[in-house]
DNA sequence: AACTCGGGGCA
DNA sequence: TGCCCAGAGTT
């Protein structure tokens, strides 16, 4: 593949979506912690629908202490709709505890650091390094990154942390938020899983895959 | 690798 | 009604 096939991809994709925009959601949230704990009940969830709920929840618990003290009870009513509460309240609780006891009440700004927190993978790094420090360390691959990875030939791998090493390599690292942003929005409007509109695409020049998908 | 947790939104 | 949502933890 040619070296500026990334960039183009790039180019392509920063044209037809506007990224400030669809980040609205999150610049609301005003400090790392809420940034934290929005992005941990964001899972499998939109975002509207966990900013259903944040404004209840920062209200009563404002802090990473008053949330480490909390009675999970009390935050599974608040946090229900954003489904599985259970698991959720038990891990924001434990991942306040966490911040108390280990951080000083701060939230860290390392993808390590942050992996250890209770509720908290290598995605949800991510994407509170990105938004909480505007800065990205690496690439959030869910299943439209890993998707649209392998249909426009970017990496091969099945595994998400080589997918994650690929790309990592194709791309600079002041656009890995971006790109990040970029495919996600892409694989869920455009190239779904299973009817992509490869003839909307503006990436079908250069994709096999809308080669493939176009041919009658 | 497969399985479980889960309510809300949308065509 | 079926499918999807910037997943994580356990077995």
Redesign the pocket.
Known sequence: MSSSVPCTIYRLLSTEYDLTSS?DEFLHFENPYQILIAT?L????????VN?VTKDLFARYPDPVSLSTARQQDVEKII?????????SR?IIAAAQVLVNLYGGEVPDEINKLIE???????????VV??AFDRADGI?V???VGRLSGRLGLSDE??PDRIEQDLLKLFPKKIW?DI??LF?LH??KVC???KPSCSCCVLSSLCRYAALNTLQ
């Open positions: 980040e941990i964001s899972a499998q969830t939109t975002d509207r629908t259903l229900h709709r954003t489904g599985f509460y259970r698991a959720k891990n927190l209770p509720g908290v993978g290598r995605k949800t790094a991510n994407i990105h938004h959030a869910d299943t439209h099945s595994n938020g990040n942003g996600i694989g869920r779904r899983a299973r």
